[in-house]
C-alpha cells in the first residue's frame, strides 16, 4: 500500500529530528550554560559555597543557639572563630569542641559559657556567666589572629578544666585542685589556665 505523499513526508520529518526534543537538548551534550540554566540560582550558590568552604579547609564547629544570641546581642561584631586544617590535624582527644566550653566557672552551680570569636585581627576569649539568669559577659583573654590567604584564623583551643582537677601550682612549686572550673587554651606550644578570682579571669599561675 502506498502511503500518501503528505504522510510521508511527515515520517521523513520525524526521522530527520531523530531524538531531539523541543528544544533541542538532547542530542548534544549539555554545556556549562545549559547547566547554568536549569539549576536554580539558590541551589548553585548553596554548592558553590559548599564547594568553597571545603576547598579552602574551613570547618565550622556547632554553638548553642543560646550562646549564638548571646553573641549577636553583646558582641554583633564578633564572628565564631575558624581553625585551619592544621591545627585540627593537632588537636587532641581530649578536646571536643575547640570553639566553646560550658562550665560552671564561678562555682555558684549555675551554668557558663567559654567561647573564642574573631574580632578584627584578634581572636577573643569571653565567658558568660549564669546565662541562664541574667547573662554576664567576662573577658577571659586576648590573643593575636593567624592570616592565611587573606583570612584570620584562631590557631588556639578551648579545653575544660572541670573541678577538683589536680594541677600544678608553680608558683608554690606544689599541687592543687581545682575549686571550680577552670578555661584552658591551648596554643601551639603550650597550655594556659584561666581561673575567675574576684569577678575576673587569670592565669591560674599568676595567682597570689
Not at 77 to 83: D, E, H
Not at 149 to 175: E, F, G, H, I, M
Amino acid at each position: 500500500m502506498k502511503l500518501p505523499y503528505f504522510l510521508f513526508a511527515a515520517l521523513l520529518g520525524l526521522t530527520a529530528c531523530g531524538s531531539d526534543s523541543a528544544d533541542g537538548n538532547y542530542n548534544r551534550a549539555a554545556s556549562d550554560e545549559l547547566i547554568d540554566e536549569q539549576v536554580d540560582a539558590g541551589t548553585k550558590a548553596s554548592v558553590d559555597s559548599v564547594a568553597k568552604a571545603t576547598t579552602e579547609g574551613n570547618i565550622l564547629f556547632p554553638v548553642p543557639d543560646t550562646l549564638t544570641n548571646l553573641l549577636q546581642q553583646h558582641r554583633p561584631q564578633a564572628k565564631l572563630a575558624k581553625l585551619p586544617d592544621q591545627t585540627l590535624r593537632n588537636r587532641t582527644a581530649q578536646v571536643g569542641n575547640p570553639i566553646y566550653l560550658k562550665g560552671n566557672f564561678d562555682g555558684n552551680n549555675s551554668p557558663d559559657y567559654a567561647v573564642q570569636v574573631l574580632q578584627n585581627d584578634s581572636i577573643q576569649v569571653l565567658a558568660f556567666l549564669d546565662y541562664n539568669t541574667k547573662a554576664r559577659q567576662v573577658k577571659v583573654a586576648s590573643y593575636p589572629a593567624r592570616q592565611l590567604q587573606d583570612q584570620w584564623y584562631s590557631v588556639y583551643q578551648l579545653q575544660l578544666a572541670p573541678k577538683d582537677s589536680v594541677v600544678q601550682d608553680t608558683r608554690n612549686n606544689r599541687k592543687t585542685t581545682l575549686p571550680t572550673d577552670g578555661i584552658s587554651v591551648l596554643d601551639e606550644n603550650r597550655t594556659t589556665l584561666y581561673v575567675l578570682k574576684n569577678g575576673r579571669f587569670i592565669p591560674f599561675d599568676a595567682q597570689e
